[in-house]
């Protein structure tokens, strides 16, 4: 490892980031393309780019950042079309998985042996391997929490969530809280997109059509209660994540990547009441919620035209620098020791945090799919939820289109 290392240095002084010689022209500057998501909006991407190049004196990062909404399509596009990039993020292990199959990303394991990096031995690289390769270094980890309003429920005199809720618990506690709500105020906040990640409480993540019963049917059953906004409702003011700051929703069921947003916003006066978070709601009979790990990742381009800088920004990156960072963002880091797990709980912006959010938990099959399976169970939710479908319909149907998907 320490010999990798001084390699790197090495390669790094002969290219020209030093001071250049009396007398001699200064060494042309390094560029580094890397491609990225919602670049302009986060701000821990901005904050590695500028450590990067500030410890990296002579290179210059360029990026082409694309919408959330689109990145994966477009991202796909540009390294299929042949464009120079350096470096991709990828959101999902699935999106990593799909560049691999199009022939674009470059194997590191010749680079892990020769430079060596500080998630070197971790599990979560297995995640990241095709065909007996390494494709992809995990930067993110992030897992599904479950955010509070602390005002709303001490208006109305009931308890915060506890550690490890269950659903049945969260249903009671909606019980308690949605009589004491105003108008236009629901105890639970409801995204479609992220019931995939949440309803099985014993695989953490949907597996089978089946896997959506218990949590279609405690949905519907608020939405009719009153508990949880009609879900149509939801669909026509174009409701997403945000909206739990309007400090009109009891609970809500979120990335960890949305705690970020919430230090964001907060800091910036947007909104100013107290907030906690605990882990993911499971079932009494059988797990947590929390379960299911969505690993984000990096990985090189096979046009890279300087391989060894690219890896050398993956290092730093998914490193221990790149991890305080992200960890001082209140992001989720791949990376996580006990003193960066110590940063991540000192710059917790909200008023309670369960321990049990920034623990490392080991990945399960099926975080961070988004493929035509996904697309087929949050299908089926919606049809149940906007009430074109029974529980039994939706599920049935689903399962027909799973199994002429295999």
């Known amino acids: 490892m320490r010999r990798g290392v001084l390699a790197l240095l090495a390669l790094f002084c002969l290219t020209g980031c030093g001071a250049p010689i009396a007398g001699q022209p200064a060494a042309p500057e390094q560029a580094l393309t890397i491609a990225l998501w919602d670049y302009d909006k986060i701000s821990y991407d901005r904050r590695l780019v500028e450590a990067f190049e500030k410890t990296h004196p002579g290179v210059r990062v360029r990026v082409a950042s694309y919408p959330d909404a689109y990145y994966d399509q477009k ?45 070197a031995g971790s599990p979560d690289l297995e ?84 896997s959506l019963r218990p949590i279609l049917e405690l949905l519907v059953q608020m939405q009719e209660e009153g508990t949880a906004p009609a879900y149509g409702d939801c669909i026509a003011r174009d409701i997403q994540q945000q ?41 009494e009979q059988g797990g947590s919620g929390a379960d299911t790990v969505i690993l984000s990742g990096m990985g090189i381009c096979r046009q890279s035209r300087d391989k060894a800088l690219a890896w050398e920004f993956i290092r730093f990156a998914t490193g221990a620098e790149g991890a305080r960072i992200m960890a001082e963002e209140q992001m989720m880091p791949a990376y996580m020791d006990e003193e960066i797990a110590e940063v991540y709980r000192q710059s917790f912006a909200g008023d309670f945090l369960d321990p049990a959010v920034y623990r490392q938990r080991a990945p399960l099959p099926g975080g961070g799919d988004t493929s035509a399976a996904s697309q087929v169970l949050c299908e089926a939710f919606r049809q149940c939820m906007l009430g074109r479908k029974t529980v039994d319909e939706a599920i049935a149907d689903a399962d027909r289109r799973l199994r002429a998907l295999k």
């Open 75 to 119: 991202m796909e596009s540009l390294l299929v079309g042949g464009k120079q990039v350096d470096v991709f993020f990828t959101r999902t292990t699935a999106s990593l998985k799909r560049l691999y199959e199009y022939g674009v990303a470059w194997p590191l394991d010749s680079l892990l042996d020769e430079y060596g990096m500080d998630l």
């Open 243 to 283: 909206c739990f700051e309007l400090g009109t929703y009891g609970m809500y069921v979120g990335g960890t990547w949305y705690l970020n947003y919430l230090m964001t916003d907060e800091k910036a006066g947007r909104f100013d009441f107290r907030w906690g978070v605990t882990t993911a709601p499971g079932w």
């Open 127 to 210: 995640a990241m391997r095709y065909g007996g390769q390494l494709y992809g270094v995990p930067y993110r980890r992030d897992h599904y929490v479950l955010v509070y309003n602390c005002d709303l429920f001490d208006c109305a005199g009931v308890e915060y969530p506890g550690p490890a809720p269950t659903w049945e618990q969260v249903h009671a506690l909606s019980r308690q809280l949605q009589p004491e709500l105003g108008e236009e105020e629901y105890a639970l906040m409801v995204l479609p997109m992220d019931i995939q990640w949440v309803a099985s409480g014993r695989a953490g993540a949907v597996q089978t059509a089946e």
